[in-house]
DNA sequence: GACTGTGAAGCCATTCACAGCT
DNA sequence: AGCTGTGAATGGCTTCACAGTC
């Protein structure tokens, strides 16, 4: 087993053949080959074969992969046997969607708390939590035992923001705020840019449009 | 100028300078280098330069390039020198955020209608939009000119909202489902995983951890 | 016969480095 | 002197093709 630099395109397939794997295991499906995968999740068979093969040898020649066998180390590669708190920064409307986001909640993530500066929001109940005052972040992100952030607050705000993590502590940031953030090296940082996939669309459409010229 | 197969990648960090170049202007700069551009948004120069070079020559030589102009050009690549309308199907939280999502409404987007078909939520207010039936689909799209649909159901659902979406010649579609959906060649389809760059996080947390043994 | 695991080949994107302008 | 535009070099991801295994 080679532990070389895995390619976050690999790690982002990953995650995408583990929700794919759960689905195949609620419906009662045992052996799946790569072929399969590969047709459910949208890539190449070859493509499914090297993914996993960074990480090890878990299928049997001829047969194929074990689904709840394969389902559990992708789970365990993602990190995912482990339940992972989050705070939430920003309680506007994308913050409150979060908080209530399924896909969130039920595949190892736990929402534990929601802040925001804003008075008229602080004390507003979101499912079952209550939305916090930034100053009370650092004393809950310790007792909670948090160690992810998710920055739902606007431009403007956003980089306040992610230095009170940094400062605080969190490894890890997911900013849903359209901008580069500065982080030191040692946090992981990935931007989630709601209207960047839109624009891609626009482009294409009118590419295609000029290309029937 | 060569109009050859452009990366996704390359249009994905166009949408992004773009972003950019508005702040910029709006702060009242009249020309950026490329190594300034790289610095806000976090890529290399060169990657900037290559990047334009697919769709002309926009700076000069020993300047840099003017902040309004290449801020409508990058506009006009995109496609966002118009207005489009969206059509939302999904009234839940997520569908709710995204109707009221400011980065879609500024920036050349327009959601003309929200679709639902749980009698609980037809006919709620979001914004100054109301729910509608999912039977009004057809006839909405037409009266509203509208080209790109929005898929905020959950997984049970998305992929008959999408193929309702392309019998009722919707071009392009933005998926918020964690599935791969089935969609022809003609319609242009992107996902948008919320957990995916989550589950990145976390596999790079893990992944950290072990590499200090 | 079927399907995995993997070196090799192919391909595509990024970086380099410098010529060309201003 | 400064910065763009771009061919060439590099690096890395994906596909191919087949040996290995059940």
Chains 1, 2 share one sequence.
Request: glycine letters at 8%.
């Amino acid at each position: 087993m080679k532990t070389l630099r895995v390619p976050e395109a690999t790690v982002t397939r990953l995650s995408i053949y583990s929700r794919f794997l759960e689905r195949l295991d609620r419906n009662g499906v045992t052996t799946v080959s790569s072929g399969e995968i590969a047709e459910g999740v949208g890539v190449s068979p070859a493509q499914v074969r090297k993914d996993l093969a960074y990480f090890g040898e878990f299928g049997t020649r001829g047969v194929g992969y074990n689904v709840k066998d394969l389902m559990k180390y992708t789970f365990r590669i993602l990190g995912l046997d482990q339940t992972w708190s989050l705070a939430i920064v920003g309680a506007g409307n994308l913050g409150f969607a979060l908080c209530t986001y399924r896909g969130f909640n039920i595949r190892s993530f736990y929402v534990a708390a929601v802040f925001d500066n804003d008075p008229t929001k602080i004390g507003k109940r979101i499912g079952n939590l209550v939305v916090q005052p930034l100053s009370k972040f650092p004393e809950v992100v310790k007792n909670e035992n948090i160690r992810i952030g998710i920055i739902a607050v606007p431009i403007s705000a956003a980089q306040e923001v992610a230095d009170l993590m940094v400062k605080t502590g969190l490894e890890a940031i997911l900013n849903f705020a359209p901008v580069a953030l500065n982080v030191p090296d040692h946090v992981e940082i990935r931007n989630v840019d709601l209207s960047v996939k839109l624009e891609i669309l626009t482009f294409n459409l009118g590419f295609k449009a000029a290309q029937n010229l």
